[in-house]
């Protein structure tokens, strides 16, 4: 081999090697691991679906391919999650869904990616100026004084108090909780979640009666003024040993659990799409910003895609350090 052609060859060699070395993992992903499209689950409540179009847009910057089917929130954990229809998904509430990412995690099929930042509370709300008609609220005690209940009717329920809850794929045992608890109300369920604010809205203007769900994160508490109702504090037990709690009989006499909100994936994911896996993992947002982007979309009328671009475009570091 001549001089010339060893020089060549040691010359290309170390242009390979530096190219190679140049490469960030960030850049790397420009290529994604996988051309197959990743499946960003979208619920039925606003929080949920801005933090899947802020994931699926940040892993389109990275170059990846994204999709945002439409899913049941809780069976999602044990069906899509698993069977492949689902790739991620980014808000299931310790709240609500404790029984199903129990069922989820029993699978061996997905992965508790983490807590998305924000801690969970959901329970029975009222406003302020009901308590001039119900004076015992907080409490819960107050509910069962059939004058409070009626305070509560409206013409469909009355003499029963009235309570909107969440729809019905939400789960929370509100209906349980009423009969276990001895409560003189109906439950009526919302169809969706931009009913049921819409509903306190118009209620709210109004100084009308209303009891309903309310959950943190989320615009309303900041925009009304109210209480969320005192209820026994949530145990394990409360909901599986009827002998717990002041009804000897009835399970699910106490509040709702609260706690952390958790992101979760098809197991397969960090083996075919690690680098989105890791930004999956570390994808995090604050409560306050959380809350504030939600009442854009939902207050101000900006798409879901408007608000997760800026918000992009605002952490480009953030996501940029998470892909590394």
């Not at 179009?53 to 910057?61: A, F, T, V």
């Not at 119900?134 to 107050?142: D, Q, T, V």
């Not at 509560?152 to 608890?181: C, H, I, N, Q």
């Not at 109906?186 to 969706?192: C, N, P, S």
């Amino acid at each position: 081999m001549s001089l010339r052609s060893i020089i060549s060859k040691v010359s290309m060699g170390a242009f390979t090697l530096a190219a190679a070395s140049a490469l960030t993992p960030a850049a790397q992903a420009a290529a994604p691991e996988s051309n197959d499209p990743i499946k960003i689950a979208l619920f039925d409540w606003t929080s949920v679906n801005l933090n899947a179009k802020i994931l699926g847009g940040i892993l389109e910057k990275l170059g990846y391919t994204v999709e945002y089917p439409t899913a049941d929130y809780l069976s999602s954990l044990t069906t899509g999650l698993t069977n492949g229809d689902l790739d991620v998904g980014m808000e299931f509430w310790d709240t609500t869904a404790g029984e199903a990412m129990k069922a989820s995690d029993a699978t061996g099929q997905t992965e508790r990616l983490g807590a998305l930042g924000p801690k969970a509370k959901e329970e029975w709300w009222y406003p302020e100026y009901m308590k001039e008609k119900c004076p015992g609220l907080p409490n819960w005690e107050a509910l069962k004084d059939p004058k409070c209940a009626e305070a509560f009717s409206t013409a469909e329920t009355a003499p029963k108090g009235r309570y909107l809850g969440g729809p019905v794929t939400w789960e929370g045992f509100d209906d349980e909780r009423v009969e276990a608890l001895k409560l003189p109300f109906t439950v009526i369920h919302a169809g969706t979640d931009a009913a049921m604010f819409a509903e306190l809205d118009s209620a709210y203007q109004r100084k009308a009666p209303i009891m309903l769900w309310v959950y943190s994160p989320h615009w309303a508490p900041a925009k009304y003024k109210g209480e969320w109702v005192e209820f026994p504090e949530y145990t394990p037990e409360c909901y599986s040993d009827p002998k717990w709690g002041t009804n000897p009989d009835a399970k699910y006499d106490c509040g709702k659990p609260h706690g952390e909100i958790w992101k979760y994936s098809w197991a397969g994911m960090k083996d075919k799409w690690p680098v989105a896996y890791k930004v999956a993992k570390a994808y995090t947002v604050d409560t306050d910003e959380l809350n504030k982007m939600s009442g854009e979309i939902d207050l101000d009328g900006k798409t879901p895609e408007d608000v997760a671009a800026a918000w992009i475009a605002a952490h480009e570091a953030d996501w940029k350090a998470w892909a590394q």
